[in-house]
Nanobody, 129 residues
Framework: HVQLVESGGGSVQAGGSLRLSCVVS?????MGWFRQVSGKEREGVAA????????YYADSVKGRFTISHDSAKNTVSLQMNSLKPEDTAMYYC??????????????????????????WGQGTQVTVS
């Protein structure tokens, strides 16, 4: 099965930046970043459909976070700028394998739902003070 490994988390002051990376063991077209605080549900942050180049963002991070894909390194990154204390969470990358038709027709409306994904990384902690 697909293996995912996140890195890049850490502690940063408000207004600072971090770049998270997720290395995936196999080729996938749909990748998402989620975050979770203890006691709360997992929240979709950003996602990318690499086959078509479409990106998706939660309203709370639009204009501050950027998701990107590097096919040569088989990684998906999340550049986080202007960080706020409310961004503090454990961040996870996730992926799902699906037919191209499903990706084109359905992924845009389901990227933010954690139930969409079948493979998850172990998480990396981001703390903003």
């Amino acid at each position: 099965h697909v293996q995912l490994v996140e890195s890049g988390g850490g502690s940063v002051q408000a207004g600072g930046s971090l770049r998270l990376s997720c290395v995936v063991s196999g080729f996938v077209n749909c990748m998402g970043w989620f975050r979770q605080v203890s006691g709360k549900e997992r929240e979709g942050v950003a996602a990318i459909y690499t086959g078509g180049g479409s990106t998706y963002y939660a309203d709370s991070v639009k204009g501050r976070f950027t998701i990107s894909h590097d096919s040569a390194k088989n990684t998906v990154s999340l550049q986080m700028n202007s960080l706020k204390p409310e961004d503090t969470a454990m961040y996870y990358c996730a992926t799902v394998r699906a037919p191209p038709t499903w990706m084109r027709r359905e992924y845009g409306g389901r990227w933010y739902d954690s139930a969409t994904y079948t493979s998850w990384g172990q998480g990396t902690q981001v703390t903003v003070s």
